[in-house]
C-alpha cells in the first residue's frame, strides 16, 4: 500500500474522512480592497482573483457534492490571519487560495500550484521517497491504532491521532495539487502548470488540506491578454473545479473501499 492509499485508508478508519458527504470547499481570492496585489495595466490580481473565484463559487454550488465558503466576496482588504480564522470557523475540509503571479522576466508564465507540509523540502522528499519509512509507519501506527485494547495511555492515542492528521493534511494537500496537474495537463491548450512548494502563510497556517493556485503571470504579455477575457476566467473556474470533483471522487473512492 503506498503512503496516500494509507493515510486515507486510516484516516477514514478513524472517521477523518467520511464517504459521500459534501466537501466543504473554503475558497480564498487573494488580497482585496487597499491590497490590490500585482497591477500591470488593466490587470489588477485582486479584482482578477475575485472574479475566478466567484465563477468558481457558483460552479460548486450548483453541485450538492460540494458545500462551499469564501473569505471574501467584494473587493475588500482582508488579513491573512482573519483568511485562517474564517476557515478554521466554518471547518472548511478544502482551502483554496486564488492569486495571479508576477514575474521581473516577462517570459515567465503558466499556471502554478503551491503545497505546504510544514517540513523543509528536503526532509519532505526523503520523507516520501523512504520505502523503510513507509513500512514503518503502516506496520507501527497501524498496529497501534487498530489495536484498541493495546492502547492504553489517552496521550499516546491523541499523539498519534494529531501525527495522522498532519499526514492527512500533507498528502491530501499533495493529492489535491497532484489532481489539478492531471486536469491542466490533460488540455493540450491549456498554459503549462507546475507543483511547487512554499510557505506561504494562509496554505501554512490553516489545519485543512490547502493549494495556493497561480492562475498566470500578470507580467506576461499573452498571458495578461487571456487572464483579462471572461471566456479564459471561466475556463479556469472550470479546470478548478473538474479537479476538485475527481479529488472528491478519489475521496469517496478510498472511504468506500475501506468500508466495504
Ligand atoms: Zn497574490
Not at 211 to 226: A, Q, S, W, Y
Request: glycine share 4%; charged share 25%; aromatic share 6%.
Amino acid at each position: 500500500m503506498n503512503l496516500l492509499r494509507f493515510a486515507f485508508v486510516t484516516l477514514t478508519t478513524l472517521g477523518f474522512l467520511s464517504p459521500a458527504s459534501a466537501l466543504h470547499i473554503m475558497l480564498d481570492p487573494g488580497h482585496g480592497g487597499i491590497d490590490t496585489g500585482a497591477v500591470y495595466g488593466p490587470a489588477k490580481e485582486a479584482e482578477l482573483v475575485l472574479t475566478v473565484a466567484n465563477r468558481l463559487k457558483a460552479l460548486l454550488e450548483k453541485d450538492p457534492s460540494f458545500q462551499v465558503s469564501i473569505t471574501r466576496t467584494q473587493d475588500r482588504n482582508i488579513s491573512l490571519p482573519e483568511r485562517v480564522r474564517l476557515a478554521e470557523a466554518k471547518k472548511a475540509d478544502l482551502f483554496v487560495s486564488i492569486h495571479a503571479n508576477s514575474a521581473s522576466d516577462i517570459r515567465a508564465k503558466g499556471v502554478e500550484f503551491f503545497f505546504q507540509n510544514n517540513l523543509p523540502p528536503d526532509e519532505e522528499s526523503l520523507f516520501l521517497a523512504s520505502q523503510e519509512n513507509q513500512a514503518m509507519i503502516t506496520s507501527h501506527e497501524m498496529h497501534e491504532v487498530s489495536g484498541g485494547d493495546e492502547v492504553s495511555k489517552k496521550g499516546d492515542v491523541a499523539a498519534i491521532v494529531e501525527d495522522l492528521r498532519r499526514q492527512n493534511r500533507m498528502l491530501s494537500s499533495l493529492r489535491l495539487t497532484q489532481t489539478l496537474t492531471n486536469v491542466w495537463e490533460t488540455d493540450a491548450s491549456a498554459a503549462s502548470s507546475t507543483i511547487k512548494q512554499a510557505p506561504f502563510y494562509v496554505i501554512s497556517k490553516t489545519s485543512m488540506p490547502s493549494v495556493l493556485i497561480e492562475i498566470g503571470f500578470l507580467t506576461n504579455p499573452r498571458e495578461v491578454k487571456k487572464l483579462l477575457n471572461k471566456d479564459y476566467q471561466g475556463d479556469l473556474a472550470q479546470k478548478i473545479y473538474k479537479a476538485l470533483v475527481s479529488y472528491k471522487e478519489k475521496v469517496d473512492n478510498s472511504a468506500a473501499k475501506t468500508l466495504n
